[in-house]
T-cell receptor, first 113, second 114 residues
Framework: AQKITQTQPGMFVQEKEAVTLDCTYD???????LFWYKQPSSGEMIFLIY??????QNATEGRYSLNFQKARKSANLVISASQLGDSAMYFC??????????FGTGTRLLVSP | EAGVAQSPRYKIIEKRQSVAFWCNPISGHATLYWYQQILGQGPKLLIQ????????DSQLPKDRFSAERLKGVDSTLKIQPAKLEDSAVYLC????????????FGQGTRLTVV
């Protein structure tokens, strides 16, 4: 069975600071992928970043980076230089065998001026 | 490239009524997902199709929910009869899952059952 755990219901950060959103996962699949999605109040799901289980380097996309620690089964999202527009819900997701895609419960990030 | 299309965007029905949602995935995407997202929670996978076959429907309440994907393209999700706890956003996503894939989401259908 696949499971994603996000233990932070909410996080606060000041503009221009960095923030880390935690994600741990559990899967019996050898090959899998981890995603982070952003969901603003408008409700759309916006893809941010992807990490494959066999990728040796941590994924980066602009201000987003994924701190992938395979042995600890964690895939934390780091947002550098937070902006007011980063305020949203953030979901970690896991894709495993048969492309089953499961989500965590999410973390609400609030960026203050 | 056109995105995932869903309709309607909003729907309000009374409990015990029936409702149907439609999803048109991105052309060529073999995998299609339906998720239920209750306010304040993460998306819960209801059903996953690979072409027109069901890969996973373990969390679909089959006594009231049904879904189909005819010809491996468009999909419909139906609820009959609806309950108050079905109030949620229903998200459709599709993916090619070729090399490194991502699931592309539609804007969702917000269902309110009163």
């Amino acid at each position: 069975a696949q499971k994603i755990t996000q233990t932070q219901p909410g996080m606060f950060v000041q503009e221009k600071e960095a923030v880390t959103l935690d994600c741990t996962y559990d899967t019996s699949d050898q090959s899998y992928g981890l995603f982070w999605y952003k969901q603003p109040s408008s409700g759309e799901m916006i893809f941010l970043i992807y990490q494959g289980s066999y990728d040796e380097q941590n994924a980066t996309e602009g201000r987003y980076s994924l701190n992938f620690q395979k042995a600890r089964k964690s895939a934390n999202l780091v947002i550098s230089a937070s902006q007011l527009g980063d305020s949203a819900m953030y979901f970690c997701a896991l894709v495993g065998g048969f492309q089953k895609l499961v989500f965590g419960t999410g973390t609400r990030l609030l960026v203050s001026p | 490239e056109a995105g995932v299309a869903q309709s309607p965007r909003y729907k309000i029905i009374e409990k015990r009524q029936s409702v149907a949602f439609w999803c048109n995935p991105i052309s060529g995407h073999a995998t299609l997902y339906w998720y239920q997202q209750i306010l304040g929670q993460g998306p819960k996978l209801l059903i996953q199709f690979q072409n027109n076959g069901v890969v996973d429907d373990s969390q679909l309440p089959k006594d009231r929910f049904s879904a189909e994907r005819l010809k491996g393209v468009d999909s419909t999700l139906k609820i009959q009869p609806a309950k108050l706890e079905d109030s949620a956003v229903y998200l459709c996503a599709s993916s090619p899952w070729t090399v490194v894939g991502e699931a592309f989401f539609g804007q969702g259908t917000r269902l309110t059952v009163v």
